[in-house]
């Protein structure tokens, strides 16, 4: 419990530096699922973990939203869906960097345990990052890496949506190599 309530911090401080704290109560009523996912990953990331400029929460939770706001104007997309793909894509950029302690010492190994535990455990005194994959995941693809994500934040039933999704992408990524 203790977890969850830092994870709606963590979140709530998200979508306020991302400016989204007042569309998400519209797209979290509708769909309470996505709050929870949300919540999940704001623990896995914490605001630590770096995107291209800004942290990697806030973006991924900003390209959500823009994802979710497109699929409201399109047919042929379910909102739901493309918020929860847009959500895990952000896993291919955790796995290129390793969060490490005080003079690199320990290193947090991504879908072990959340970012979260990890700070809590060793400190945020002297955390760095270190554009090296973790060796136990150098070999992970971005679809192994969005499985696995989705597989620590996502139920059952939305974690389907995902493996649809991934399914049909690897299918085609395939079919390109062969031709």
């Known amino acids: 419990m203790i977890n969850q309530q830092a994870h709606k ?35 896995v990331l914490t605001l630590h973990f770096p995107g291209e400029n800004l942290p990697l929460l806030q973006e991924t939770l ?8 497109k699929s409201l104007d399109d047919d042929t997309s379910y ?13 291919p950029a955790m796995i290129g960097k390793r969060l490490t302690t005080k003079g690199g010492q320990v290193a947090w190994i991504p879908f072990k345990e959340t970012a979260y535990e990890f700070v809590k455990r060793n400190g945020e005194a002297g955390l760095s990052f270190v554009d090296d994959p973790d060796p136990e995941l150098v070999n992970a693809s971005s679809s192994d890496a969005m499985y696995m994500l989705a597989s620590q934040i996502l139920t059952l039933h939305d974690f389907k949506c995902v ?3 991934l399914t049909t992408r690897d299918m085609q990524v395939m079919a390109m190599k062969v031709a």
């Open 9 to 43: 911090k963590i979140l709530s401080e998200a979508l306020r530096a991302a400016k989204l704290n007042h569309k998400a109560p519209m797209v979290f009523t509708e769909y309470p699922n996505l709050y929870e996912a949300c919540e999940q990953l704001a623990g």
């Open 62 to 69: 900003t390209s959500s939203f823009e994802a979710y706001e």
């Open 79 to 91: 909102p739901l869906s493309v918020f929860l793909i847009a959500l895990v894509s952000c896993a």
């Open 163 to 165: 493996r649809e999704y």
